[in-house]
């Protein structure tokens, strides 16, 4: 990071003063004089507009309040007008988006929480032609979006990078306060989605795909799977793309994730067959390591009941 002048840093310490009183402060005409005329000197210097550590400022604030997790917020999330976020690397690059490991942090003091950021991609090769399918009956209201969208435009494909960035945060804050096991949605902004980072330290949980279960934890975690599906089937969504890939095992814990393409069971025509598809998707990888097939049959009917009450 670039040395700083001391200018630029009395500069910071007044955009941060200025930050920390956003909601209420009333500057005087006088202070606000001055304000823009530190700016305009400041715009002119070959300063950047960086934290003096970290990659960015946080970006928490820069959310609206439906954008930020639902409350109560979990005592590890940092909304500190000061925080900085530190790129900590790419988790995982994807066909729709990059995941990437942030540090949230407060400067000078031992706070910092690792997340994970989940970026979608406006780029031509995203696969967002087979989207149709996901996204009948959800509605994009805009029509000038819907245009762009289909003419594939730049535009469009940042405005569909965004919409994909958006149902998946409304999605895991939707399944979050009904208990279901999904990360802790932090924030969403523009196509960039902040959430629980689920591992230790810097290191991820294993893809259940990646596990080697022994009989009871087998059994534990296919009852954690059935409890999930009942959990999403109830709240009206089928997730779409499950499988043993998008599922994570943290301390015997089962944690699903990855739900932009989220089904809307009874707007979609094709709802229940995607409900169907997911409990197919997982139950395979549980029978093919011991669970009875029957158990599979058993759910199938099970949420098929649930999903039939309006
Ligand atoms: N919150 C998280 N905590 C820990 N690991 C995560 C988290 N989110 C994503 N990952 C890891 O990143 C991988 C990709 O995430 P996700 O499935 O959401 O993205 P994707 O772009 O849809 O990927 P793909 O196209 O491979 O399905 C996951 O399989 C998981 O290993
Ligand atoms: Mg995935």
């Not at 305009?40 to 928490?60: H, K, L, V």
Request: glycine share 6%; aromatic share 10%.
């Amino acid at each position: 990071m670039a040395r700083k002048s001391e200018f630029s840093d009395s500069f910071q310490s007044t955009k941060r003063r200025r930050r920390d009183f956003d909601d209420d402060e009333v500057f005087s005409a006088e202070e606000q004089a001055r304000f823009e005329e530190m700016r305009t000197e400041f715009d002119d210097a070959p300063n950047d507009d960086g934290p003096p550590a970290g990659d960015r400022w946080t970006i928490w604030w820069d959310s609206e309040p439906l954008q930020r997790g639902p409350e109560p917020l979990p005592d590890w999330v940092i909304t500190d007008h000061g925080a900085v976020d530190y790129e900590l690397g790419v988790l995982k690059t994807g066909k729709e988006a990059d995941v990437f490991l942030i540090e949230r942090a407060v400067p000078d003091t031992d706070r910092a929480v690792v997340l994970a950021s989940k970026r979608y991609r406006s780029a031509e090769h995203t696969q967002f032609n087979r989207a149709g399918d996901y996204t009948a009956g959800r509605g994009a209201k805009r029509s000038r979006d819907v245009r762009a969208m289909a003419k594939r435009t730049t535009f469009g494909l940042e405005q569909a990078a965004g919409r994909w960035a958006a149902a998946e945060f409304d999605a895991l804050k939707r399944l979050y306060v009904v208990g279901a096991p999904v990360p802790y949605p932090v924030q969403v902004l523009g196509t960039e989605v902040v959430m629980e980072f689920i591992g230790h330290g810097r290191t991820a949980a294993p893809r259940l795909a990646e596990t080697r279960p022994d009989e009871p934890e087998l059994e534990s975690l296919w009852e954690q799977a059935c409890e999930a599906l009942r959990l999403m089937t109830e709240q009206g969504f089928a997730h779409g793309d499950l499988s043993p890939y998008n599922t994570v095992v943290h301390e015997g814990r089962l944690v699903v994730l990855d739900l932009p393409q989220i089904v809307d069971i009874y707007a979609n025509p094709l709802g229940h067959d995607f409900l169907a598809r997911d409990v197919e998707n997982l139950g395979s990888w549980f029978t093919a390591r011991g669970i009875d097939r029957q158990e599979v049959d058993d759910l199938q009917l099970e949420l098929k009941a649930i999903a039939a009450k309006p």
